[in-house]
């Protein structure tokens, strides 16, 4: 009977501490999935290509590839981002939107004149701050909602 009892409790305390530790790798790779967020939401709210409107102007001839360079690394960010998520996670989908709307700037940048070029960028501005949005809305008290250029050094507030 005493081996029994000793097996089970064997048993029992190594199926304890799998679980614990299950738990607490789950536990940290949230952790580090918000961190990856809110990171990224970050980046994003600094950055001034994100701040456009229907009077805004291209400054001058290096302008336009300032604002594409800026999306291409916004794109890049994404995509880091995603990389440190888990596989199932549900930011995932929210990612991938913001890289598809990233992409079509990119891709109409190659292709497109300035008027149409002001017109892709507020929709990527609206498109992106849906998605943060829509990722805050996710754990509404650990991610940010910080909007796209809202801390860029030019934002008026």
């Given at each position: 009977m005493e081996f029994f009892t000793v097996a089970f409790s064997t048993f029992l305390g190594a199926a304890v501490a799998?679980?614990?530790e299950r738990f607490t790798r789950t536990y940290d790779a949230r952790v580090?999935?918000?961190a990856a967020i809110n990171n990224l939401i970050l980046d994003l709210a600094a950055?001034?290509?994100f701040l456009v409107d229907d009077e805004w102007v291209w400054a001058d001839e290096g302008e336009?590839?300032?604002v594409v360079d800026s999306i291409f690394h916004a794109r890049t960010l994404v995509r880091d981002t995603r990389v440190a998520l888990r596989p199932r996670?549900?930011?995932?989908?929210?990612?991938?939107?913001m890289a598809r709307a990233c992409n079509t700037f990119l891709e109409l940048s190659e292709r497109e004149g300035e008027q149409r070029l002001r017109t892709a960028l507020m929709e990527l501005?609206?498109?992106m701050t849906r998605e943060v949005?829509?990722?805050h809305s996710l754990r509404p008290g650990r991610i940010l909602a910080d909007e796209p250029g809202s801390f860029a050094l030019n934002a008026s507030g």
């Open positions: 799998l679980a614990a580090q999935e918000v950055k001034c290509a336009l590839s300032r996670s549900r930011a995932l989908r929210h990612l991938r939107k501005t609206a498109e949005r829509a990722l």
